[in-house]
């Protein structure tokens, strides 16, 4: 069985910044790529950043600039470091990994930025 836990996200004030984190753990081998997506409401899941197990990283235009996508593997971790927050950023925040012809989802945290 393999769990994804996500930690980190919460309520800041725009122009803030947050740090999410997703591990891995349980029977999983061999991890390719590992992907943050958002779902706000009302709007359909969108991947914000990706990067894959040799390090090439991959964003939305939306966050280039601001977010940073980055994984340690020895931790099966991915972490995804939101500056400049925007109210448009508010959203559910899934991780999704990529392990051999599997991937895995998290359960989501809630990240919100007010006016």
């Known amino acids: 069985q393999v769990q994804l836990v996500e930690s980190g996200g919460g309520l800041v004030q725009a122009g803030g910044s947050l740090r999410l984190s997703c591990a891995a753990s349980?029977?999983?081998?061999?991890?390719?790529?590992m992907v943050w997506y958002r779902q706000a409401p009302g709007k359909q899941r969108e991947l914000v950043a990706a990067?894959?197990?040799?390090?090439?990283?991959n964003y939305a235009d939306s966050v280039k600039g601001r977010f940073t996508i980055s994984r340690d593997n020895a931790k099966n971790t991915v972490y995804l470091q939101m500056n400049s927050l925007k109210p448009d950023d508010t959203a559910v925040y899934y991780c999704?990994?990529?392990?051999?012809?599997?991937?895995?989802w998290g359960q989501g945290t809630q990240v919100t930025s007010p006016q």
């Open positions: 999704k990994v990529l392990a051999g012809p599997r991937d895995y």
């Open positions: 990067i894959s197990n040799r390090g090439s990283t």
């Open positions: 349980g029977s999983i081998f061999s991890i390719n790529a």
